[in-house]
């Protein structure tokens, strides 16, 4: 029986994690090293310093930084740093936490206090994420000016972020308080592009620059069976780039995102009494920004400036009861209200298919959602449960072309644990969605391009269906599968996304060969397919549309322990990612397919010099693959891809990449 847990646990995570890893064809790599952050916050020693601190130094084989995404390193030396520690002193406590100094995702953590009364965390966090180092242009940016050049300039599509974060907290008897800011700055380039309203487009490598910071503070007290919370949170928003201007003629300022802020004050509070408790929480908020407009030709005059400002006011309640033995009632009431107060103006705007060259006024959405839920939770005996419940969902909007939607879902969920070695869940729901007759203008109505984007407004039935199981055969043994299945129809559409299927399984398995061998392996597929159709009043130029993607993935990994008694852990995995995209119009693949793929596998030995030192060597390598049929050269000869479109080239991926690392350990 001294495997059946570890089993388990390794079988629920399966199930719990595999539907997460369709990610466009790449999963997320099992680290070698387990992610123990903080995981001393709670140990119980006499050693004043407990835990570990790591070196680890090698080289990375790579043509495409793409591949730091995956090993966290790029071409050539690598080196970092993995910490957890705890350091107790007299009643105070002091937590050290890294992982990958050195590397292209960081993070360090510290935090030291008193215990039960204050804490002081200071972070600092930093990540790359590379897009492509091959992209070409004309343009080249110096700071919001895209500057045309006599040749080709290869740039590198990649986003840094740097975010440093410090916070606080106190706690006396039943008062506490506590206060959390960060800040995160986000430079690089990114692949965007700019219109002259017709016909032509550039495709550029957009620079990027821009600060975020936010602040949380609050204070609360409690009582024996209650807890109320006073609380406030703030976001700002700085760009340092407001609009991009091109040397190209007719090619007007591209706008770019506006400084905003935000700011919420909140209460919060709960109570507790017999076998019922009631929770609470009311917000009042408000978010504004303000920025310069940008148009081809001006606006009107005195309408330089766009002061958008959205006030909001969002309340829910909570309320759950166990009115008998083995039954429980529980409800709720959400409220949210967004009422935008900006200033109308009138201004010259550009749509999706041209320039209508008429002033019109920009428009001051209002939303208010409400949402009623009920449900039960009943034991039908002995290791069984069931749940059922009913959640409504109106929505009202403001010029908007359907001012009311509903939203009617029933679910209901079975679960069984009193089986003799199996774990069963089944969830299945049912979703009406309704609302006020469509309001279109002569505008929008005779745009079909503008029609197909309202599918989010439609009548829609959905159902879906849910099922999980674990079963452990034997102490050593446990199988895990999780299989599901949504169909979403657009009864009334006539024009745009008719039906959405989404289905698909996933599966796994941990087998504790023996005393010292533990394998485990996992997989899953999962399909997405839409259909869409035109407006079938225009019989002529009527048009059907499929779209089909595909996302596959499977990974096996060991732990082998048997030379533990000289030192000696071995352990690896191997993930394998797939992933389709593919649309058809009147059954003909007018755009290509789209397909990527990945291997990763890593393999790693640890060898404990003694009860301190641990040497290591691990060792990873990918192969990544993906193609884009829509993706052209820069330059085309016409009539092999749009009219008037200059591109960045062909991105794509194609590259196998190593790393090796020596690994040196003290344990406290």
């Given at each position: 029986m001294k495997f059946k847990l570890s089993i388990v646990a390794l079988a629920l995570a399966t199930i719990s994690t595999g539907a997460n890893a369709f990610d466009f064809g790449v999963t997320n790599a099992k680290s070698a090293k387990q992610d123990n952050s903080w995981k001393c916050s709670k140990c119980v020693s006499n050693k004043q310093v407990l835990g570990s601190v790591s070196l680890e130094a090698g080289m990375a084989d790579s043509d495409d930084d793409h591949a730091a995404n995956r090993l966290r390193y790029k071409d050539g030396f690598a080196a970092?740093?993995?910490?957890?520690?705890?350091?107790?002193?007299?009643?105070?406590?002091?937590?050290?936490?890294?992982?990958?100094?050195?590397?292209?995702?960081?993070?360090?953590?510290?935090?030291?206090?008193?215990?039960g009364q204050w804490n002081i965390e200071a972070g600092y966090q930093t990540s790359y994420q590379y897009d492509a180092d091959n992209a070409q242009s004309r343009w080249l940016a110096s700071g919001s000016d895209l500057k045309k050049q006599q040749d080709l300039v290869?740039?590198?599509?990649?986003?840094?972020?740097?975010?440093?974060?410090?916070?606080?907290?106190?706690?006396?008897?039943?008062?506490?308080?506590?206060?959390?800011?960060?800040?995160?700055?986000?430079?690089?380039?990114?692949?965007?592009?700019?219109?002259?309203?017709?016909?032509?487009?550039?495709?550029?490598?957009?620079?990027?620059?821009?600060?975020?910071?936010?602040?949380?503070?609050?204070?609360?007290?409690?009582?024996?069976?209650?807890?109320?919370?006073?609380?406030y949170s703030g976001s700002w928003f700085d760009n340092n780039i407001d609009k991009?201007?091109?040397?190209?003629?007719?090619?007007?300022?591209?706008?770019?995102?506006v400084d905003n802020q935000a700011h919420f004050v909140s209460l919060m509070g709960n109570y507790v009494f017999g076998g019922s408790y009631i929770t609470g929480r009311i917000a009042s908020g408000n978010m504004s920004q303000d920025s310069d407009f940008i148009t081809l030709t001006g606006v009107a005059d005195g309408n330089q400036g766009a002061n958008a400002e959205v006030d909001t006011l969002d309340a829910n309640l909570k309320f759950s009861?166990?009115?008998?033995?083995?039954?429980?009632?529980?409800?709720?009431?959400?409220?949210?209200?967004?009422?935008?107060t900006t200033d109308v103006h009138?201004?010259?705007?550009?749509?999706?298919?041209?320039?209508?060259?008429?002033?019109?006024?920009?428009?001051?959405?209002?939303?208010?959602?409400?949402?009623?839920?009920?449900?039960?939770?009943?034991?039908?005996?002995?290791?069984?449960?069931?749940?059922?419940?009913?959640?409504?969902?109106?929505?009202?909007?403001?010029?908007?072309?359907?001012?009311?939607t509903d939203d009617n879902i029933f679910w209901a969920q079975w679960r069984a644990t009193g089986f003799d070695l199996w774990d069963l869940?089944?969830?299945?729901?049912?979703?009406?969605?309704?609302?006020?007759?469509?309001?279109?203008?002569?505008?929008?109505?005779?745009?079909?391009?503008?029609?197909m984007r309202k599918y989010y407004l439609a009548d829609k039935k959905s159902s879906k269906a849910e099922v999980?199981?674990?079963?452990?055969?034997?102490?050593?043994?446990?199988?895990?599968?999780?299989?599901?299945?949504?169909?979403?129809?657009?009864?009334?559409?006539?024009?745009?996304?008719?039906?959405?299927?989404?289905?698909?399984?996933?599966?796994?398995?941990?087998?504790?060969?023996?005393?010292?061998?533990?394998?485990s392996t996992d997989g899953g597929y999962q399909w997405l397919?839409?259909?869409?159709?035109?407006?079938?009043?225009?019989?002529?130029?009527?048009?059907?549309?499929?779209?089909?993607?595909?996302?596959g993935f499977i990974g096996a990994g060991f732990t082998y322990t048997g030379f533990t008694d000289v030192g000696i852990t071995i352990g690896g995995d191997y993930n394998y990612a797939i992933s389709f995209s593919d649309s058809y119009v009147d059954s003909n693949d007018v755009f290509g397919m789209y397909e990527s793929s990945s291997h990763h596998a890593n393999l790693y030995v640890n060898y404990a010099v003694n009860q301190q030192f641990v040497v290591g060597l691990r060792y990873e390598f990918e192969a990544y693959e993906d193609s884009d049929d829509t993706q052209l050269p820069v330059d085309y000869y016409p009539g092999t891809g749009p009219t008037g479109l200059t591109t960045l080239g062909l991105l794509d991926h194609d590259y196998q990449a190593h790393l090796i690392m020596a690994t040196l350990q003290y344990r406290f």
């Open positions: 970092g740093v993995d910490a957890d520690a705890v350091i107790n002193n007299q009643g105070y406590r002091t937590q050290v936490y890294a992982d990958g100094l050195g590397s292209e995702q960081a993070l360090a953590k510290i935090k030291t206090g008193r215990i290869t740039q590198k599509l990649a986003l840094e972020r740097q975010k440093f974060s410090l916070a606080a907290d106190f706690s006396f008897d039943r008062f506490g308080t506590y206060v959390a800011m960060s800040s995160e700055d986000k430079t690089g380039k990114q692949r965007s592009s700019m219109s002259n309203g017709g016909l032509d487009a550039i495709n550029i490598a957009a620079p990027v620059d821009h600060t975020t910071q936010n602040l949380r503070a609050g204070v609360n007290i409690k009582g024996d069976n209650w807890f109320t919370e006073l609380g991009l201007s091109i040397e190209q003629p007719d090619f007007a300022d591209a706008s770019q995102a009861s166990r009115v008998m033995k083995g039954l429980r009632i529980n409800a709720s009431v959400d409220y949210a209200d967004r009422d935008n009138e201004y010259e705007q550009v749509s999706i298919d041209g320039v209508t060259g008429e002033l019109v006024q920009n428009t001051p959405y209002d939303t208010t959602r409400s949402a009623y839920k009920v449900s039960a939770n009943y034991q039908l005996m002995a290791g069984q449960r069931l749940e059922v419940g009913f959640d409504r969902i109106e929505t009202e909007r403001s010029h908007q072309d359907r001012e009311e869940r089944v969830k299945g729901s049912y979703a009406d969605k309704g609302g006020s007759q469509f309001l279109y203008n002569d505008a929008v109505n005779s745009s079909e391009d503008q029609l999980f199981v674990t079963h452990t055969p034997t102490d050593n043994i446990a199988i895990s599968a999780h299989g599901y299945y949504s169909l979403d129809d657009y009864t009334n559409s006539t024009i745009g996304l008719t039906e959405t299927n989404n289905y698909g399984f996933d599966l796994g398995l941990s087998w504790q060969l023996t005393a010292d061998l533990l394998v397919d839409n259909e869409q159709a035109s407006s079938k009043s225009n019989y002529v130029s009527y048009w059907e549309a499929d779209t089909n993607e595909e996302f």
